[in-house]
């Protein structure tokens, strides 16, 4: 039966190689350390997390619908997830990343949550609405007869 990497640790070897003992805390020898740190290895590394990383944020975006809710952009590098009533930053900080905030939208369709573009999403937070939902508005309201602008004033 083939040395497993707990088995080794265990017995007090290295992780991988089993021929030296681990860094103190760590898994692994300095030497096999030293190996999985080349500039390689790291970069083959990056692309994965990379990869994960859209692959995870693009399934976020496929399920709450994958274009803007406002203007209707869909171009992927565009999109963000939006809090409809607003706490955003409050509950950002609930998460070490954002990883761990688009699994947690992954677990189940949340209500509350819609993607916006950027340019939404920044209007909205520092302005209180879109652009594009004023200028709704704003059609509307040219559209509509004396009696039904003034209730879209009084409202």
Not at 46 to 66: C, H, I, S
Not at 128 to 136: I, N, Q, S
Request: with cysteine.
């Amino acid at each position: 039966m083939a040395t497993t990497y707990a088995t080794r640790f265990a017995a007090g070897k290295c992780g991988r190689c089993a021929a030296k003992p681990p860094v103190p805390g760590l898994t692994t020898c300095q030497d096999c350390r030293d190996k999985a740190a080349t500039p390689t290895v790291r970069a083959r590394v990056r692309r994965a997390q990379t990869t994960f990383r859209r692959k995870l944020r693009a399934d976020v975006m496929e399920l709450y619908g994958g274009i803007c809710a406002c203007c209707g952009e869909s171009r992927f590098a565009f999109l963000t997830i939006d809090h409809i009533d607003g706490g955003g930053t409050k509950h950002r900080q609930n998460f070490t990343s954002n990883q761990a905030f688009y699994r947690w939208l992954l677990d189940e369709r949340r209500d509350g949550f819609q993607v916006l573009c950027y340019n939404c999403n920044c209007a909205k937070g520092a302005f209180g609405e879109c652009p594009h939902e004023f200028a709704k508005r704003l059609a509307e309201f040219i559209d509509a007869t004396p009696q039904e602008r003034y209730q879209l004033c009084v409202a």
